[in-house]
Structure formats: C-alpha cells, structure tokens
C-alpha cells in the first residue's frame, strides 16, 4: 500500500516520523507501532482495500527513538505520549 511519509519538528528541535495510509479525507485513525518496529508496519498490516472500504485515514507515527523519530534524552524508551504534537 502506497504511503505518504514525512516527518515534523518540535519545538524542542526532535523530529517526529510518521506515514499517512489510506484515504487523504477519510476519518483518521492513529497506528502506534510495537517494540523493534516503525510506521512502516501500518502498510503490510493493514490492507488497502479495507482502508476503503471504510474511508479511513492511517496516521503511523515513529515512536521516540524509532524510524524518522529523534530520541527524546529524558523520556524513558516507550515514552511517546508527550511528543504527540
């Protein structure tokens, strides 16, 4: 499934990586990936014809220290909650 991968920057200087999947105006859904992983899970996981059939709209982020993300050096590894913009 084709994505739309980009990244932002914080207002601390970090990055954020994530992927948007599915329909542009469909309703949207967050995919937060597992330990060892990054937004690209979303596009094996979730098949395109359903993402259609239902109009959504994936947003996959990279989490802190993952894919496109910056780390974030006083969060623990599976803190992402606060880096959400």
Known sequence: MKDTTTSIELEDGRQIGFAEFGDPTGRPCFFVHGYS??????????????????????????????????????APCGCCGRSAP
């Open 37 to 74: 992983s990054s937004r690209s899970t979303a596009g094996w996981t979730m098949p395109g014809e359903l993402l259609e059939r239902h109009a959504s709209r994936i947003i996959a982020i990279d989490r802190p220290h993952y894919g496109l993300s910056s780390s974030h050096p006083a």
